[in-house]
């Protein structure tokens, strides 16, 4: 009953169409395909709900396989149409009706046959945002799902046999007017420009309700249909291989194959791109060298998704004053720090003079304060700490009890020694991470015993939900809503960023968000946090391979192979 009720209703889709349905297709038997071979560990979950943000080579899969409403162009820096040909957003910023294309397929590909099944329509996004906020079903790793309007009390219900399909349809801010139009509303107060960054993620995508209801373990080679530029030819613990979708209406390159290998090991890649035999590849910087000899091998260096930081507790003297955070900031040799690092055999860094990347969308445009110790003293004699008298004893930087974080706060001390003439005043010492956590996020209490209560200042990473300006700079560090509750009062830098998160400008926004993080990190920044590390990302590819992303997940389509 269930299969003749789906076919029914595709037909009724397509009839709605009114075009012609993509026939099944068998790929051409080209003796030479233009094929990329990709070296990807091994993936474990290509759901897109469920992804984790750190789960980087199942993004890169999934962003290949299932098509979004918008898309990231990290070469231009824009976030551009992709299953939505265009929206409308209502006079308050808050509902937002996404006019679809009609000419998307769900794809399979079964015995070199391609199967178009039926069109994406605006159920499929519909079905897959109530799946996320449903707590009966898969969870996504983070909660970028809850801007949409009622997903958050839905996905928190305790009685959850309340749940069913009129309830999800009744809370849930999520609707199809049509198969073509879809409308969302947002569950804030305010505008979100953001909204279109946020619709590129993984657990925004269009799933296909009748193949992944029942399914039991979703998806396998057996059910999976996809919706991207490419249809999954085989998949196994070694490789998978992809063909380009047939009936993909958007641009592309001309790359016709995809080979994505799981079973080269990170120290096997320098080789295997000096001989050719593979086309691209995240690297390790320790086997840069190795690849410099090969004259067909570019390397990039593209910014990573995680920043290295220095945070305090404003509560406790004189982290109070702005012009000991300037002086502190100015104060550590950051790029001394990332050759020591690499020195110590750790992963390559970029120097972080300023809290958000210049990749993201909407990212500011200056960079901040720089290492100057003459002024550093000088800030510092300003605020009548001259050579650090008057300050505690003992001011000790927490960190994790991890390798890389240890020598990190090990070095950035020795520099506030030694550059601000405070002898041995400032150490490191060690707690686990997620008392780190509490401590910046504000949910622990003042304690005089710093081992019980806040840490003075402490040291931690951060890594944004979306590759936005809002989601760093205004998710990590406002004043009301920031993740770090350092005890920044609200001033003219909040209304900055609130601002830049309700302006639909592009231009407009990175002005505003360049302006905040000016009042932020710049010469006279108010300094809540220290900016210290960028995690880069090095990518080793053919010189005939073009049109690699200085960021975000790999887009196989947007790939070209020179055939010349």
Same mark, same amino acid.
């Given at each position: 009953?269930?299969?003749?009720?789906?076919?029914?209703?595709?037909?009724?889709?397509?009839?709605?169409?009114?075009?012609?349905?993509?026939?099944?297709?068998?790929?051409?038997?080209?003796?030479?395909?233009?094929?990329?071979?990709?070296?990807?560990?091994?993936?474990?979950?290509?759901?897109?709900?469920?992804?984790?943000?750190?789960?980087?080579?199942?993004?890169?899969?999934?962003?290949?396989?299932?098509?979004?409403?918008?898309?990231?162009?990290?070469?231009?820096?824009?976030?551009?149409?992709?299953?939505?040909?265009?929206?409308?957003?209502?006079?308050?910023?808050?509902?937002?009706?996404?006019?679809?294309?009609?000419?998307?397929?769900?794809?399979?590909?079964?015995?070199?046959?391609?199967?178009?099944?039926?069109?994406?329509?605006?159920?499929?996004?519909?079905?897959?945002?109530?799946?996320?906020?449903?707590?009966?079903?898969?969870?996504?790793?983070?909660?970028?799902?809850?801007?949409?309007?009622?997903?958050?009390?839905?996905?928190?219900?305790? @009685?959850?046999?309340?749940?069913?399909?009129?309830?999800?349809?009744?809370?849930?801010?999520?609707?199809?007017?049509?198969?073509?139009?879809?409308?969302?509303?947002?569950?804030?107060?305010?505008?979100?420009?953001?909204?279109?960054?946020?619709?590129?993620?993984?657990?925004?995508?269009?799933?296909?309700?009748?193949?992944?209801?029942?399914?039991?373990?979703?998806?396998?080679?057996?059910?999976?249909?996809?919706?991207?530029?490419?249809?999954?030819?085989?998949?196994?613990?070694?490789?998978?291989?992809?063909?380009?979708?047939?009936?993909?209406?958007?641009?592309?390159?001309?790359?016709?194959?995809?080979?994505?290998?799981?079973?080269?090991?990170?120290?096997?890649?320098?080789?295997?791109?000096?001989?050719?035999?593979?086309?691209?590849?995240?690297?390790?910087?320790?086997?840069?060298?190795?690849?410099?000899?090969?004259?067909?091998?570019?390397?990039?260096?593209?910014?990573?998704?995680?920043?290295?930081?220095?945070?305090?507790?404003?509560?406790?003297?004189?982290? @109070?004053?702005?012009?000991?955070?300037?002086?502190?900031?100015?104060?550590?040799?950051?790029?001394?720090?990332?050759?020591?690092?690499?020195?110590?055999?750790?992963?390559?860094?970029?120097?972080?003079?300023?809290?958000?990347?210049?990749?993201?969308?909407?990212?500011?445009?200056?960079?901040?304060?720089?290492?100057?110790?003459?002024?550093?003293?000088?800030?510092?004699?300003?605020?009548?700490?001259?050579?650090?008298?008057?300050?505690?004893?003992?001011?000790?930087?927490?960190?994790?009890?991890?390798?890389?974080?240890?020598?990190?706060?090990?070095?950035?001390?020795?520099?506030?020694?030694?550059?601000?003439?405070?002898?041995?005043?400032?150490?490191?010492?060690?707690?686990?991470?997620?008392?780190?956590?509490?401590?910046?996020?504000?949910?622990?209490?003042?304690?005089?015993?710093?081992?019980?209560?806040?840490?003075?200042?402490?040291?931690?990473?951060?890594?944004?939900?979306?590759? @936005?300006?809002?989601?760093?700079?205004?998710?990590?560090?406002?004043?009301?809503?920031?993740?770090?509750?350092?005890?920044?009062?609200?001033?003219?830098?909040?209304?900055?960023?609130?601002?830049?998160?309700?302006?639909?400008?592009?231009?407009?926004?990175?002005?505003?968000?360049?302006?905040?993080?000016?009042?932020?990190?710049?010469?006279?920044?108010?300094?809540?946090?220290?900016?210290?590390?960028?995690?880069?990302?090095?990518?080793?590819?053919?010189?005939?391979?073009?049109?690699?992303?200085?960021?975000?997940?790999?887009?196989?389509?947007?790939?070209?192979?020179?055939?010349?």
């Amino acid at each position: 009953m269930l299969k003749r009720l789906f076919w029914i209703g595709l037909l009724s889709t397509l009839l709605w169409y009114g075009q012609p349905t993509p026939t099944l297709k068998t790929l051409a038997q080209n003796n030479t395909p233009i094929t990329a071979r990709v070296a990807i560990h091994s993936i474990n979950n290509l759901d897109p709900t469920t992804l984790s943000r750190f789960d980087i080579n199942g993004r890169d899969v999934v962003e290949n396989l299932f098509v979004g409403l918008t898309r990231l162009d990290a070469k231009q820096g824009q976030i551009v149409p992709a299953l939505a040909n265009d929206w409308e957003i209502s006079s308050d910023g808050l509902t937002w009706t996404f006019n679809l294309r009609n000419d998307i397929y769900w794809m399979q590909y079964q015995d070199g046959e391609v199967k178009p099944l039926r069109p994406v329509i605006a159920d499929d996004v519909v079905f897959a945002i109530q799946r996320a906020c449903d707590p009966r079903r898969p969870s996504p790793k983070t909660t970028n799902i809850y801007i949409v309007e009622g997903c958050r009390d839905v996905a928190n219900l305790l @009685d959850t046999w309340r749940i069913d399909d009129a309830l999800l349809n009744e809370l849930i801010g999520v609707k199809a007017l049509d198969e073509t139009t879809l409308q969302i509303q947002l569950s804030l107060a305010t505008p979100a420009s953001y909204f279109l960054t946020m619709t590129t993620l993984p657990e925004f995508r269009p799933l296909p309700r009748e193949l992944v209801i029942g399914s039991g373990s979703w998806p396998t080679i057996a059910t999976l249909a996809t919706s991207g530029a490419w249809l999954v030819e085989s998949w196994n613990e070694s490789q998978m291989v992809l063909s380009h979708n047939p009936n993909w209406p958007l641009q592309r390159g001309n790359i016709e194959r995809v080979e994505v290998l799981f079973t080269v090991n990170s120290d096997q890649v320098p080789l295997r791109l000096s001989s050719g035999t593979l086309d691209i590849a995240r690297i390790r910087h320790q086997d840069t060298s190795a690849l410099t000899l090969a004259l067909d091998t570019v390397i990039e260096e593209h910014e990573g998704g995680t920043l290295y930081l220095i945070g305090f507790s404003f509560e406790y003297p004189p982290f @109070d004053n702005a012009l000991v955070r300037q002086a502190l900031a100015q104060a550590v040799n950051r790029q001394g720090l990332v050759d020591y690092l690499i020195q110590q055999g750790f992963d390559p860094f970029q120097v972080a003079t300023r809290f958000t990347p210049s990749s993201v969308i909407a990212a500011p445009t200056t960079e901040g304060a720089t290492f100057n110790p003459s002024v550093a003293q000088q800030l510092l004699a300003t605020a009548g700490y001259a050579q650090c008298q008057k300050f505690p004893n003992s001011l000790t930087l927490v960190v994790h009890n991890d390798a890389l974080e240890i020598a990190i706060g090990s070095y950035v001390v020795a520099q506030w020694n030694q550059n601000l003439g405070c002898s041995s005043i400032f150490q490191v010492a060690t707690a686990p991470r997620q008392a780190i956590i509490d401590s910046a996020h504000g949910t622990v209490d003042r304690s005089e015993d710093s081992n019980t209560g806040r840490f003075a200042l402490w040291l931690l990473s951060w890594t944004a939900d979306y590759p @936005d300006a809002n989601a760093w700079t205004n998710d990590a560090l406002h004043c009301q809503f920031g993740f770090f509750r350092t005890g920044r009062i609200c001033d003219q830098v909040d209304s900055l960023l609130d601002q830049g998160a309700s302006t639909f400008n592009l231009a407009e926004r990175a002005t505003l968000y360049t302006q905040a993080e000016a009042g932020l990190f710049g010469a006279n920044g108010t300094f809540p946090v220290i900016p210290l590390l960028q995690r880069q990302s090095l990518i080793g590819h053919q010189r005939w391979l073009t049109g690699v992303a200085p960021y975000g997940p790999f887009q196989f389509d947007q790939w070209t192979i020179s055939t010349n």
